[in-house]
């Protein structure tokens, strides 16, 4: 009977090493992602007994954990809640969103970075304290943004984003409305449920991030793209003459609903030299031009300039900002007025002007300037990346000057500031249904020469009659807010 | 046995100072981690700590001393491992006494205690494990009896959906862990009368030997009982490692892989037509594969145990949290079935992996007794004893760790439970005296009376 037996001992072993397989790979290859489940309780009380590290802005904490006396023993406390809580996130007892959550390992102190401090800790007994983060966001940008759009009448619906064209910095990222992430880090969980439900429930969205998060038709700032396209086909340049008129009939209609006109903005008859086009913002010029270049054309300078991909790798969710990629000749039309089924996130825009700034070259957007250790020492720096060549040099420089000359002489000039050359563009969107009113856009960038800033600002709604609802005359201040916070640093 | 017979000047050394020396490093381990229990949870050493490591010592020293008596030559492995196993065992069954205000520690010491008592009887009256064999059938039918007894309205107790407890006075019981004891004793005496006849009869199909038709009796009444179990009693776990057992110890006795393969098929049979008639087995298959959509769910059924056990493993990583600074009561029943889990989330997967290690050795000590037997009863025990433990670490560990779907079981002498663990303390003094016969220098030259024609054909081989 021996024989057997040793076959029996095999297969004893067998299921030995079976198990201490399964064991190793749940309790090794598979912990970090059980770890780091949100769902995961054991993880969230024990963030929850321990100083979780800071969200820095400058040298200030947006976000802290403070000593408690009750059976959490620290409290995380948001500064300035309503300002900062569409970055900063949330940190509750259920859940986390925001920076809160895509750097909770920092925070939480199980970065593999943190490794020595660690150590450290457990050396010294310790209790381990999170690493700190801080965030490329420029406090008075912040502000301007913020106080801007908060400043416009009536509950606003809107965001603001600014990059640093050169690095691709966030510089600014306000969305409204918002919410006080402190109620939602209560240690009375009870509240912090009923506020989440509330938040949940209301119609506002206040948990949305729009910078990220919300994608609308972006109107007449998508011509900037559809700008692009059509000097990069090496058919224009700044100087051309472009189609005008006062209408445009889209190409395979016929009567009302396939015709273009400009709302009354001088378009000139034929041909019209490009400035006045952009100046006035043609909607017969830039349908014309689309229709011109083709759907591919377009669709290969939309994805060029980072749509239908994702791109923010340190704040999620993101919303993936679209342009069509099936389109017949008179979608094209639409689709290079920014109507049809293009969609943009405020950021996408930001990106969009950002790139032009940069002499054609996107940045990767990113909103993690440096993770540092509880003692405030850099563990390390984020090193900016390029994203894609959208245009050439040339063709960003041309595009700079058309901007300009919307700014100086056209329907971007609230955006104007004494003494700098500033480059915008303005867009009010159709929404598509009769109940909803337009949407205010306004992008731009200074100094045109040496850009420093990048602005994107999107209103969706505000208490605004709805003839009145101009991207140029709503978002045109507070970009130039923006944009001076930061050339005045 | 061409050992014994190759091998005739060998003589076994007793080696009992060597069991006094690991049962001194298991008795550390054991009041080790009761204090640091102590230590983690309340943050000082427990103030019982001289009486509860006392009594262990005492539990323990006392086992020794009979096993130095009654069985000198047995084998000097087995003792020491269960010992830290179980001190083991009850230090964390203490730190979660401590977290949930319960005393389940206090009895598993008392149940341990009459384990004991049991182990050093079952040494004393069996001093000869082949005695046994005159119980062959009375113990199945005790067995089977044992196994239908909670079905038995009045005596059987439901506890949480599985009925295989009964109600004596204030306790409950679980007979299967004593039937599992009964019914590989039963087995043996049986299998080793009719090994012949199950071996040598029989056709060859496709290169394996299958057994005769009327041969397939046994076999098939085994797989009618182990459906029955599943089937009225909801247990899948008993119902599989009953059935395991058999078929190996089938398999051993007839050295006929047919068996395994006529046996592994009518078990995937059985198991693919309970799954499809039975809810409670999809339930529990739906939730090995997809346990995170059963978590918090709103309606049974809940994959909540499970889950908080990966949640807890992967959080207790490579060394643990320690004792006191994880959170295994998140687990329920964490001090019975899914003890793993605690001890992968605070003492880590070194943990884990010591545990496991100390049941392979207690299975590779059965083993090699029964290699080393003289008779094939003894083999025959000792190897089912070996295949008892093994099913039932694998089916319980693998069934929490998610290897496997969930299936009930107790995890030997580390769960709470007084059945199980008393029951597991009686295998390891059957083992051991199995062991001792083996290991036993041969009295006189007549030869091991049991197979001389085994014994002839070795000689002729020399």
Same mark, same amino acid.
């Given at each position: ?38 769902? &995961? ?47 900063? /996130? ?91 992430? &402190? ?50 086909? /090496? ?76 791109? =923010?790798?340190? =704040? ?5 900002? &679209? ?34 700034? &940069? ?107 709805? /003839? ?22 | ?42 943050? #000082? ?9 006392? %009594? ?37 069954? #203490? ?98 009368? #009719? ?63 047919? %068996? ?164 597991? %303390? ?37």
């Amino acid at each position: 009977m021996n024989k057997p037996i040793r076959t029996i001992s095999l297969f004893c072993l067998f299921l030995f090493v079976a198990l201490m397989l399964n064991a190793t790979y749940l309790q090794f290859w598979k912990a970090d992602d059980l770890n780091n489940d949100a769902r &995961n309780r054991r993880v969230i009380e024990e963030s929850y007994s321990r100083e979780r590290g800071a969200i820095l802005v400058g040298r200030d904490p947006v976000a802290e954990s403070v000593p408690s006396d009750d059976r959490f023993e620290f409290q995380r406390t948001y500064a300035e809640p309503f300002r900062y809580a569409p970055i900063t /996130g949330y940190f509750s007892y259920f859940s986390q969103t925001g920076v809160e959550r895509s750097q909770n390992q920092v925070l939480s102190g199980e970065d593999p970075r943190l490794f020595v401090t660690k150590l450290v800790d457990l050396v010294t007994n310790d209790p381990n304290k999170g690493g700190s983060v801080q965030l490329t966001i420029d406090p008075e940008a912040q502000d301007a943004a913020f106080e801007g759009l908060d400043a416009l009448p009536g509950d606003v619906e809107g965001s603001v984003v600014a990059l640093d064209p050169s690095t691709g910095k966030i510089l600014a990222m306000v969305s409204l409305p918002s919410y006080d992430p &402190n109620k939602l880090a209560s240690h009375d969980l009870d509240q912090v449920s009923d506020t989440y439900d509330k938040l949940l429930a209301d119609d506002s969205e206040p948990l949305l991030n729009r910078g990220i998060q919300t994608t609308l038709p972006p109107g007449s700032t998508f011509k900037l793209v559809t700008a692009a396209a059509a000097i990069e086909s /090496g058919a224009y340049t700044a100087d051309s003459m472009v189609p005008g008129g006062d209408t445009y009939q889209l190409p395979q209609t016929s009567g009302e609903s396939g015709l273009i006109d400009n709302e009354g903005r001088d378009c000139g008859t034929d041909k019209i030299p490009f400035e006045q086009a952009m100046e006035n913002s043609c909607n017969t010029t830039f349908a014309a031009l689309a229709v011109e270049v083709g759907a591919e054309a377009m669709i290969k300078q939309a994805e060029a300039f980072g749509f239908n991909t994702t791109y =923010l790798e340190d =704040l999620r969710p993101q919303a993936e900002s &679209n342009f069509p990629t099936e389109m017949n000749p008179p979608q094209t039309g639409q689709s290079g007025i920014g109507q049809f089924e293009v969609r943009s996130t405020p950021l996408q825009m930001a990106m969009v002007v950002a790139g032009l700034a &940069n002499g054609g070259v996107v940045k990767r957007p990113y909103i993690v300037d440096e993770v540092q250790s509880a003692d405030l020492s850099t563990l390390e720096k984020t090193e900016d990346s390029d994203l894609s060549q959208a245009v050439s040099s040339s063709t960003a420089a041309d595009l700079t000057q058309l901007l300009v000359s919307t700014v100086d002489n056209g329907t971007a000039s609230p955006a104007a500031i004494p003494g700098v050359s500033v480059a915008g563009k303005t867009g009010t969107a159709q929404s598509g249904q009769d109940d909803v009113p337009p949407y205010a856009w306004f992008v731009s960038f200074a100094p045109a020469e040496d850009p420093e800033v990048a602005v994107a600002v999107m209103i969706e709604s505000a208490d605004i009659p709805r /003839g009145e609802i101009a991207g140029g005359q709503l978002g045109g201040p507070i970009a130039k807010a923006v944009m001076e916070a930061i050339l005045d640093d | 046995m061409s050992q014994s017979s190759a091998l005739m000047g060998f003589v076994h050394r007793r080696r009992r100072g060597a069991e006094l020396f690991l049962l001194i490093l298991a008795l550390a381990v054991g009041i080790g981690a009761y204090a640091a229990v102590g230590i983690g949870v309340e943050g #000082h050493v427990p103030v019982d700590i001289l009486g509860y490591g006392g %009594w262990l010592a005492a539990l323990l020293v006392g086992a020794h001393v009979a096993v130095r008596l009654v069985a000198p030559y047995a084998d000097p492995v087995l003792l020491p491992v269960v010992a830290a196993l179980n001190g083991l065992g009850l230090a964390v069954i #203490h730190r979660l006494d401590l977290a949930e205000d319960t005393t389940f520690a206090r009895q598993q010491l008392t149940w341990m205690t009459l384990g004991v008592v049991l182990f050093v009887g079952a040494l004393v009256v069996l001093r000869d494990h082949r005695v046994l064999t005159r119980f062959t059938y009375t113990f199945g039918l005790l067995a089977i009896v044992l196994l239908l007894l909670p079905m038995v309205p009045g005596v059987g107790k439901t506890i949480n959906g599985a009925k295989i407890w009964i109600g004596v006075g204030p306790f409950s019981f679980q007979p299967g862990e004593v039937a599992k004891v009964l019914l590989v004793v039963a087995f043996a005496g049986y299998l080793v009368l #009719h090994r012949d006849a199950l071996a040598l009869a029989g056709r060859r199909v496709l290169f394996i030997d299958l057994p005769r038709g009327r041969d397939l009796g046994p076999i098939l009444a085994m797989w009618l009982v182990s459906l029955g179990i599943l089937v009225f009693q909801r247990d899948l776990g008993s119902s599989l490692l009953f059935f395991g057992l058999f078929l190996v110890m089938l398999y051993v006795a007839t050295e006929r892989p047919g %068996w395994l393969v006529v046996g592994s098929g009518l078990f995937l049979s059985g198991a693919f037509v309970a799954w499809r008639l039975f809810s409670h087995v999809q339930d529990r298959v739906d939730i090995w594969l997809h346990p995170f959509d059963y978590y918090n769910a709103p309606r049974p059924p809940y994959s909540d145990q499970i889950v908080e056990t990966m949640f807890g493993m992967g959080w207790g990583g490579l060394i643990g949290r320690g004792f006191g600074e994880g959170d295994p009561t998140r687990i329920t029943y964490a001090e019975a079935d899914f003890i793993m889990g605690a001890i992968g989330e605070e003492l880590g997967l070194t943990g884990v992996i010591a545990v496991l290690v100390l049941y392979g050795l207690i299975v590779e000590r059965a083993l090699r007794a029964a290699l080393i037997s003289r008779d094939g009863f003894g083999k025959l025990v000792a190897v089912g004893l070996a295949g008892v433990v093994t099913l039932q670490v694998f089916v319980v560990v693998g069934g929490v760790t998610r290897l496997i779907p969930l299936t009930g079981l107790t995890t030997p002498f580390l769960s709470y439970g007084g059945s199980s663990l008393v029951a597991n %303390w009686v295998i390891i003094a059957l083992l051991l005296r199995i062991s001792d016969q083996a290991r036993r220098p041969v009295p006189d030259l007549s030869g091991p009376s049991e197979a001389p024609d085994e014994q002839s054909t070795q000689v002729i081989k020399l």
